[in-house]
């Protein structure tokens, strides 16, 4: 399937084991992200979302950390499984259609 | 329920030829999107539609570009005069409404090399 980056940051972590992947966003006006997953050959898949009013999300096995401060965002799975071996992307969002997304990080779950 | 589709899925073609990529949205919605992938990058705005107008086309790399949505469906993304930089994968998304929190759907993508 399509390669989506050769050269993207890495995180390897042993199945079971929790997983933080970070984002750095650009926008101080940005009110609204979103991860996303990205498996080989496909196209980014929703995972989770937070409005800036909020500074944590939690959905099944992920939770969404927001720091407008620094504007930092982060992605923690719980338990990581081999099937979110994926590129995952974060997106902000200054309250209009168009988002902007992150270079992306790729996670590869050791067995 | 069937989601974005997009074909072809690999299109390799010469420098300087024309080409044509195709997107299905999900049935109802009124939001299109198509993105650019680079290598190692994440997706990049190109142009959005409401209906059948072009509300934002702001992404669009250069007048090469264009992209049509005549009856508020299918839309197709058209380059002409292609150029080895425009190898890439053309991600297509679509959503129920305009606006942040309309969740984008992503088609699978068209991968286009340029030789």
């Known amino acids: 399937g399509e390669s989506v980056g050769l050269h993207l940051p890495t995180l390897s972590v042993q199945e079971g084991d929790n997983s933080i992947i970070n984002c750095a966003y650009s926008?101080?006006?940005?009110?609204?992200f979103i991860w996303y997953k990205q498996e080989s050959g496909k196209g980014p898949q929703f995972i989770i979302d937070?409005?800036?009013?909020?500074d944590k999300r939690q959905g099944q096995r992920v939770t969404v950390l927001l720091n407008k401060t620094v504007k930092h965002l982060s992605l923690q799975i719980a338990a990581t499984q081999p099937g979110d071996s994926a590129v995952y992307f974060c997106?902000?969002?200054?309250?209009?259609?168009?988002?902007?997304f992150g270079t992306g990080t790729r996670l590869k779950v050791l067995a | 329920g069937a989601g974005v589709s997009q074909t072809p899925s690999n299109k390799v073609t010469e420098k300087g030829k024309y080409v044509e990529l195709r997107c299905d949205p999900i049935s109802g919605h009124t939001a299109l999107y198509w993105y650019r992938q680079s290598l190692g990058q994440g997706p990049e705005f190109l142009i959005y539609?409401?209906?059948?107008?072009?509300?934002?086309d702001s992404g669009l790399p250069n007048d090469r570009f264009f992209a049509v949505r005549p009856e508020g469906s299918v839309s197709t993304l058209k380059i002409q005069r292609t150029e080895r930089g425009d190898s890439a994968v053309y991600l297509c998304?679509?959503?129920?409404?305009?606006?942040?929190?309309?969740?984008?759907?992503f088609g699978p993508g068209t991968r286009l090399t340029v030789l």
């Open positions: 926008n101080s006006a940005s009110d609204y």
């Open positions: 937070i409005r800036s009013n909020m």
């Open positions: 539609f409401q209906g059948t107008g072009a509300a934002d």
């Open positions: 997106a902000e969002n200054s309250g209009t259609y168009k988002y902007i």
């Open positions: 998304a679509s959503s129920l409404g305009q606006g942040a929190q309309n969740e984008q759907f």
